[in-house]
């Protein structure tokens, strides 16, 4: 299959991990369904492919301590996307459940049936969960850091095979039978074929495990860089991987998340981002983080001044790096990045924390983020973009109305809908279904 001819548009309601986003006074709320409901009118006014909507399995925390500078939750998904499947017509709207806290046959069912709602335009984030909040759940939802990939592919595997049994079984009576190394699932599929028959695969991981496991069994896979070169790195990366386990390279999407910050002028928007760097990244939060780096009490450093000349625990820093999932960068490389950085530009501790902490943000005018999203599209270090903007629920429309008519007149973005699944806005092929057996 040739290359996507369009550029891929997603959309992700800031959420966890967007600390003190509530503190710009235009900020709305993040649990109320009319933010939700609005954001989610904008993507499909834009177009997007997708809403990318994350899920927190546990308040943010450290040492026993809420961290109460970080936005702390959101609706339940199950909740809360059949609602905007219901005020929304075209675009698509891809979950994040994980294959550790969940089972198949019930996630398999959840997903069919928000297919079915959504008239196909679901899609499965899938992630592992590593880290998070694993006494909210019984424990035999418990895998090792070894095994947790092994597991969400069996945890995939099976819930393709209900999906695919149920669509060559029809309305009738679709049974699996199943036994691996981490699930047992013997039961009929309550729900008939999905439009889709499977929804899009999507994943996000950086590490090695990571890249070969999405390179195995994602349909679209999700990063973050903070420059063209690692983009492009990672992007010929994961399609080297899937060549290599027999997949055809080009079915695969990458996807970068990113942010933006848009003005009349390039030098108006570099002073908007620099203001929203102050404003997002507070004094609590930059020394929050980088104890979490440095695996050490630093609550006596002032966050507008350097970076601690103490050396860090290491073994506590290697526990945040892990568990933050940086990919192939550990705590000595990432301490050294810091250092390097706030040396070179003579940079504050808080300083140093909004350039590294936050999510790589196009910055300048509107024709000057067009053309540096067309280089990144063209020159293969991605086939679309997660955005993100910094303002919820009304950040969206900014990108809407200033961004997608200069990437439309590049040519690189629709200009309508073509197409009324998930799977048909990413130019995925159509599921090939096994031959019916007598089960």
Same mark, same amino acid.
């Given at each position: 299959?040739?290359?996507?001819?369009?550029?891929?548009?997603?959309?992700?309601?800031?959420?966890?991990?967007?600390?003190?986003?509530? +503190?710009?006074?235009?900020?709305?709320?993040?649990?109320?369904?009319?933010?939700?409901?609005?954001?989610?009118?904008?993507?499909? +006014?834009?177009?997007?492919?997708?809403?990318?909507?994350?899920?927190?399995?546990?308040?943010?925390?450290?040492?026993?301590?809420?961290?109460?500078?970080?936005?702390?939750?959101?609706?339940?998904?199950?909740?809360?996307?059949?609602?905007?499947?219901?005020?929304?017509?075209?675009?698509?709207?891809?979950?994040?459940?994980?294959?550790?806290?969940?089972? #198949?046959?019930?996630?398999?069912?959840?997903?069919?049936?928000?297919?079915?709602?959504?008239?196909?335009?679901?899609?499965?984030?899938?992630?592992?969960?590593?880290?998070?909040?694993?006494?909210?759940?019984?424990?035999?939802?418990?895998?090792?850091?070894?095994?947790?990939?092994?597991?969400?592919?069996?945890?995939? &595997?099976?819930?393709?095979?209900?999906?695919?049994?149920? *669509?060559?079984?029809?309305?009738?009576?679709?049974?699996?039978?199943?036994?691996?190394?981490?699930?047992?699932?013997?039961?009929?599929?309550?729900?008939?074929?999905?439009?889709?028959?499977?929804?899009?695969? %999507?994943?996000?991981?950086?590490?090695?495990?990571?890249?070969?496991?999405?390179?195995?069994?994602?349909?679209?896979?999700?990063?973050?860089?903070?420059?063209?070169?690692?983009?492009?790195?990672?992007?010929?990366?994961?399609?080297?991987?899937?060549?290599?386990?027999?997949?055809?390279?080009?079915?695969?999407?990458? %996807?970068?998340?990113?942010?933006?910050?848009?003005?009349?002028?390039?030098?108006?928007?570099?002073?908007?981002?620099?203001?929203?760097?102050?404003?997002?990244?507070?004094?609590?939060?930059?020394?929050?983080?980088?104890?979490?780096?440095?695996?050490?009490?630093?609550?006596?450093?002032?966050?507008?001044?350097?970076?601690?000349? %103490?050396? #860090?625990?290491?073994?506590?820093?290697?526990?945040?790096?892990?568990?933050?999932?940086?990919?192939?960068?550990?705590?000595?490389?990432?301490?050294?990045?810091?250092?390097?950085?706030?040396?070179?530009?003579?940079?504050? %501790?808080?300083?140093?924390?909004?350039?590294?902490?936050?999510?790589?943000?196009?910055?300048?005018?509107?024709? &000057?983020?067009?053309?540096?999203?067309?280089?990144?599209?063209?020159?293969? &270090?991605?086939?679309?973009?997660?955005?993100?903007?910094?303002?919820?629920?009304?950040?969206?429309?900014?990108?809407?109305?200033?961004?997608?008519?200069?990437?439309?007149?590049?040519?690189?973005?629709?200009?309508?809908?073509?197409?009324?699944?998930?799977?048909?806005?990413?130019?995925? *092929?159509?599921?090939?279904?096994? *031959?019916?057996?007598?089960?």
């Amino acid at each position: 299959m040739p290359a996507p001819r369009e550029l891929i548009l997603a959309a992700m309601f800031p959420g966890d991990g967007n600390f003190v986003a509530w +503190r710009h006074p235009d900020a709305g709320s993040q649990t109320d369904f009319a933010s939700f409901a609005h954001f989610a009118r904008t993507a499909e +006014r834009g177009l997007f492919d997708m809403l990318l909507m994350g899920e927190s399995l546990g308040v943010v925390e450290r040492d026993g301590q809420v961290l109460d500078h970080t936005v702390i939750g959101r609706p339940d998904l199950w909740t809360l996307m059949p609602g905007l499947a219901a005020v929304t017509e075209r675009v698509g709207l891809a979950a994040t459940r994980s294959a550790r806290f969940n089972e #198949p046959w019930e996630l398999a069912r959840q997903f069919a049936t928000l297919d079915h709602l959504s008239g196909g335009r679901a899609g499965w984030n899938v992630v592992t969960s590593l880290g998070q909040k694993a006494e909210n759940f019984r424990s035999g939802y418990s895998v090792s850091y070894a095994d947790r990939y092994a597991q969400a592919s069996e945890f995939i &595997a099976v819930s393709r095979r209900l999906w695919t049994t149920a *669509a060559t079984e029809g309305t009738g009576r679709a049974r699996l039978d199943h036994d691996g190394e981490f699930f047992s699932v013997h039961a009929d599929f309550a729900v008939p074929v999905g439009p889709q028959v499977v929804p899009p695969i %999507i994943q996000a991981g950086g590490s090695t495990e990571g890249r070969d496991f999405g390179a195995a069994v994602a349909d679209v896979i999700f990063t973050d860089h903070q420059g063209i070169g690692s983009a492009q790195a990672f992007h010929a990366d994961v399609r080297r991987r899937a060549a290599a386990v027999g997949r055809d390279p080009a079915t695969i999407r990458v %996807i970068t998340g990113v942010s933006f910050v848009v003005a009349d002028s390039d030098a108006e928007a570099r002073e908007k981002a620099a203001w929203y760097e102050d404003l997002l990244t507070s004094p609590r939060v930059a020394i929050d983080l980088l104890e979490q780096l440095w695996g050490r009490d630093l609550s006596t450093y002032d966050p507008d001044g350097p970076l601690p000349e %103490i050396e #860090p625990d290491w073994e506590a820093a290697y526990r945040y790096t892990s568990r933050r999932a940086v990919g192939e960068r550990d705590a000595r490389t990432e301490v050294a990045r810091y250092r390097a950085l706030a040396e070179e530009h003579g940079l504050t %501790i808080r300083q140093v924390i909004a350039k590294v902490g936050t999510r790589f943000a196009f910055t300048g005018s509107p024709g &000057a983020i067009a053309d540096e999203m067309t280089r990144w599209f063209t020159g293969r &270090a991605a086939d679309g973009f997660v955005i993100t903007p910094k303002l919820l629920p009304y950040g969206l429309d900014e990108f809407v109305d200033h961004i997608v008519p200069e990437l439309q007149e590049r040519g690189v973005f629709r200009t309508a809908y073509t197409g009324s699944t998930l799977r048909d806005h990413l130019g995925l *092929a159509s599921v090939s279904l096994p *031959a019916a057996a007598g089960r």
